[in-house]
């Protein structure tokens, strides 16, 4: 059984995908980027990454394995173990773990797991067909500076027979008055250009972008299976179940939920799934909330409590 392909299916949807005895992968979001010197734009993406520490069965890789090959949750906690044993033996003889879509597993020379993720692949479903961007650089002229030198003029005494020798000076600064505001002009206008020139760039990039999305075509191997929508609102927005066990009678799994409601639990007996009834001690809205209670629950009242994703 490829447990990988599962792993790989539930990132599109989940942040946290743990592997019971083995790791969790982790997906972190990093919004589109534009790299200045190659002048390229990249879109949003999920960055995938592996933490050894959380091992902790949290019911979501199993039942959806269950689900999916259509076997009971128990042969789905088997065949995980089964596989991570597989693992660790080889990584105990030095080999590396390749996962496809996911990256890959070995020892580094301290003994401890090193992860390497395969870049290519964007578990960010509304970046999906979306693929860098490269435009050509914006050039500018650059305006140089031209700095004169004010030089200091000793004070002229006009005298009345040497007064029309000066009257040169007055169109002199007539002149370059005039070319002060010239230049000013010239300077403006090119401004303006190298804005207008730029707007242009900019509209093309966006349109390119607009285009990729327009055209893009989303696959997704191994789809998640069609979910008919319950017609009672308030079940609809629960599909998370921490479920305390699971009979092959209805008059056991009543019994079971008469015990939880007594103990001030909302217990609710599920549908009929693959001839057991679930008897779950609270259903839920988010996996959030779901998670935290059923850890709290094998703190506390049962241990082997486990979560069931199923949307009435």
């Known amino acids: 059984m490829m447990i ?11 942040q946290c995908v743990t592997v019971p005895g083995f790791g969790a992968f982790l997906t972190e979001t ?31 890789l199993a039942n959806h394995i269950a689900l999916q090959e259509k076997i009971s949750y128990e042969q789905a906690v088997a065949a995980i173990s089964k596989a991570v044993e597989v693992w660790f033996d080889k990584l105990q003889n030095k080999e590396t773990l390749e996962f496809k879509s996911l990256g890959d597993v070995s020892y580094n020379f301290e003994g401890n797991i090193v992860f390497t993720p395969n870049t290519t692949v964007n578990y960010l479903a509304e970046a999906f067909g979306l693929s860098m961007v490269k435009s050509p650089a914006v050039k500018r002229e650059e305006l140089k500076a031209i700095a004169e ?13 040497r007064k029309r020798s000066y009257s040169y000076l007055k169109y ?17 206008y090119r401004d303006n250009e190298i804005a207008r020139q730029t707007l242009l760039v900019e509209q093309s990039v966006q349109e390119k972008v607009h285009n ?13 299976p069609a979910v008919t929508l319950s017609l009672k609102e308030e079940n609809s927005k629960m599909p998370y ?39 779950a001690y609270g259903s839920y809205a988010t996996y959030a909330e779901a998670h935290e209670s059923m850890k709290k629950i094998q703190r506390t009242e049962n241990s082997d409590a486990w ?6």
């Open 149 to 161: 030198e004010i030089e200091e003029i000793a004070p002229v005494v006009f005298t009345p027979e």
């Open 307 to 312: 979560l069931l994703v199923k949307e009435l």
């Open 172 to 188: 002199a600064a007539i002149f370059a008055v005039i070319s002060s505001v010239g230049g000013t002009a010239f300077k403006i």
């Open 241 to 279: 179940h921490v479920v305390a066990g699971a009979y092959s009678s209805q008059a056991n799994a009543q019994k079971a939920l008469n015990q939880l409601t007594a103990k001030g639990f909302k217990a609710r007996k599920l549908d009929k799934t693959k001839g057991l009834y679930p008897v």
């Open 212 to 224: 990729k999305i327009q055209e893009a075509t989303f696959f997704i191997e191994n789809p998640m």
């Open 4 to 14: 990988e392909k599962h792993i790989s299916a539930l990132l599109y949807r989940y």
């Open 30 to 60: 990093q919004p589109a980027q534009l790299n200045n010197d190659t002048y390229t734009f990249y879109p949003p993406k999920k960055l995938l990454s592996f933490n050894a520490n959380l091992k902790n069965n949290d019911g979501l």
